[in-house]
């Protein structure tokens, strides 16, 4: 029974590291509009956590975090805030890269 549980935790959080690798291509930059929207799953909390983790990026409104660029750091899906576009992110469908709007 221990067994079957361990087992069970287990494909749960390679499930979950998988699902989330999947997502945030590694070494690519999103904007945040791009990784709160459908196919990927980050949330809000995972997108001011990386925010606040950046030292270069003042704090944000939830409004603002769509115009952030981040960058997606490894390949389990972890993501650091990049820069926060004054102008608007361009997110730019089919490419590996989104970018400030200059």
């Known amino acids: 029974m221990l067994y ?12 979950t590291q ?7 291509q ?15 799953s980050y949330t809000t909390a995972q997108l001011i ?10 704090i944000l409104t939830t409004a603002e975090i769509s115009q ?8 389990l899906g972890t993501i650091t805030g ?3 576009c004054f ?4 997110s730019k469908v089919g490419t590996r890269n989104d970018q400030c709007i200059m």
């Open 18 to 24: 998988a699902q989330q690798a999947t997502n945030c």
């Open 68 to 75: 952030t660029l981040f960058h997606c750091s490894d390949i």
């Open 49 to 58: 956590a990386a925010i606040n983790d950046t030292v270069s990026i003042p």
């Open 26 to 40: 590694y070494q690519s930059l999103k904007c945040g509009s791009a990784l709160l929207a459908t196919p990927y």
């Open 87 to 90: 102008a608007g992110c361009d």
């Open 4 to 15: 079957k549980t361990s087992l069970s935790i287990a494909c749960i959080l390679v499930g």
């Open 82 to 84: 990049n820069s926060y």
